[in-house]
């Protein structure tokens, strides 16, 4: 459940920034922008929140594979066994 919900308000975040990107027309170089983009993407809570929902997400997986080891269905043991080995 938890996994599907963090999923869910990344997904939610991305939408939510591509569709504020494009009423803006905003240039993906902030190099080249005049700063009216900064303003409306950059500096708002809800475009740049998604960072924090992927790492609630490896938080999740990280407990779990941490709390239940013996499961076989724990998405975090698979991932972290995985990374481990490599």
Do not use: Q
Request: proline share 2%; net charge positive.
């Amino acid at each position: 459940m938890g996994y599907m919900v963090t999923l869910g308000l990344i997904s939610g975040n991305l939408i939510c920034s591509l569709i504020i990107a494009f009423a803006n027309k905003a240039d993906p170089n902030m190099f080249v922008d005049n700063g009216a983009s900064n303003l409306k993407m950059y500096y708002k809570p809800w475009t740049r929140c998604g960072a924090y929902f992927v790492g609630v997400f490896f938080g999740l997986m990280f407990w779990d594979y941490k709390n239940h080891k013996d499961d076989a269905w724990n998405i975090g043991k698979s991932y972290f066994t995985k990374c481990k080995e490599s």
